[in-house]
């Protein structure tokens, strides 16, 4: 079973960047839907991006131009890169590995990690 772990959040103010991390243990074979979410308090699940195997990328709306998604197969890890970084972005942010195909704002159905929380303020 796929475990991930992210890593990177913290507190930063608003315009600043993150780098957010996630490590990939367990996988060895099968097709997974690799993709970032976030929930922040009082709020549902919201998907952020997703990367397929071709390198195809989706962003939800709000963090679209601000946010970028990649990863790398070699060091089975996924990364985001958050950008001009707004109050509203506060949330704990979920690195995951969906059984099916999602996009967001759509979150998966599948196994993600603890989370790493990202708060934005000033």
């Known amino acids: 079973q796929v475990r991930l772990v992210e890593s990177g959040g913290g507190s930063v103010q608003p315009g600043g960047s993150l780098r957010l991390s996630c490590a990939v243990y367990?996988?060895?074979?099968?097709?997974?839907?690799w993709g970032w979410f976030r929930q922040a308090p009082g709020k549902e699940r919201e998907g952020v991006a997703t990367?397929?195997?071709?390198?195809?990328?989706t962003y939800a709306d709000s963090v679209k131009g601000r946010f970028t998604i990649s990863k790398d197969n070699h060091k089975n890890a996924l990364y985001l890169q958050m950008n001009s970084l707004k109050p509203e972005d506060t949330a704990m942010f979920y690195c995951a590995a969906g059984v099916r195909r999602w996009s967001p704002p759509g979150v998966p159905i599948g196994y993600w990690g603890q989370g790493t929380q990202v708060t934005v303020s000033s």
């Open positions: 990367i397929d195997s071709d390198g195809t990328t």
């Open positions: 367990g996988y060895t074979a099968g097709s997974y839907y």
